[in-house]
T-cell receptor, first 113, second 113 residues
Framework: SQQGEEDPQALSIQEGENATMNCSYK?????LQWYRQNSGRGLVHLIL?????REKHSGRLRVTLDTSKKSSSLLITASRAADTASYFC?????????????FGQGTILTVHP | GAGVSQSPSNKVTEKGKDVELRCDPI?????LYWYRQRLGQGLEFLIY????????KSGLPSDRFSAERTGESVSTLTIQRTQQEDSAVYLC???????????FGPGTRLTVT
């Protein structure tokens, strides 16, 4: 079953603008990860945030996590056409579920040059 | 190899036939996962191998699905008596011990006609 709910389902912006995607989940987590997928395949890990962290940065990416609201957001700053892809959040429940990821439905991002 | 590889990249089969999908994980990565991704959807967890422990099969959708792994290397996912609803991209991922990030293969696109 899909734990994560992502919104928006699709996002269309111009190059140079910022893109924000949101993810909500239902059960407690050990960590939350964001992945990017191009051309229907090839998931690439972007960033991981642990349950005791509130914000994390990696290059043009900024991830926030609010465990009280069971939500996370991914911000891509100064977007580029090459950022066009589907973005998925994935939660890791830890414990006996350690490493077993539950993915959201994804946000399709289109960046127009 | 440097990354996770999967074969075949595409497979078209007739309803009722059996198929076998192969995953070659990153050398030394002890954990291996199989996921299924239907068109326009997020990933669904199928099965998880960790070293010599019993696999976590909790995501397998029916007894037509099975998977094996030889030690910490190659894994095969077998689908017996395929149905049209089995059409999807099947993705394999590997994770190193003590880390959380998963490295995905390019997937096998299965089409059941």
């Amino acid at each position: 079953s899909q734990q994560g709910e992502e919104d928006p389902q699709a996002l269309s912006i111009q190059e140079g603008e910022n893109a924000t995607m949101n993810c909500s989940y239902k059960t407690s987590i050990n960590n939350l990860q964001w992945y990017r997928q191009n051309s229907g395949r090839g998931l690439v890990h972007l960033i991981l945030i642990r349950s005791n962290e509130r914000e994390k940065h990696s290059g043009r990416l900024r991830v926030t996590l609010d465990t009280s609201k069971k939500s996370s957001s991914l911000l891509i700053t100064a977007s580029r056409a090459a950022d066009t892809a589907s973005y998925f959040c994935a939660t890791d429940g830890g414990g006996t579920s350690y490493g077993k990821l539950t993915f959201g439905q994804g946000t399709i991002l289109t960046v127009h040059p | 190899g440097a990354g996770v590889s999967q074969s075949p990249s595409n497979k078209v089969t007739e309803k009722g036939k059996d198929v076998e999908l192969r995953c070659d994980p990153i050398s030394g990565h002890t954990a291996l996962y199989w996921y299924r991704q239907r068109l326009g959807q997020g990933l669904e967890f199928l099965i998880y191998f960790q070293g010599n422990s019993a696999p976590d099969k909790s995501g397998l959708p029916s007894d037509r699905f099975s998977a094996e792994r030889t030690g910490e290397s190659v894994s095969t996912l077998t689908i017996q008596r395929t149905q049209q609803e089995d059409s999807a991209v099947y993705l394999c991922a590997a994770r190193d011990r003590g880390t959380y990030e998963q490295y995905f293969g390019p997937g096998t696109r299965l089409t059941v006609t």
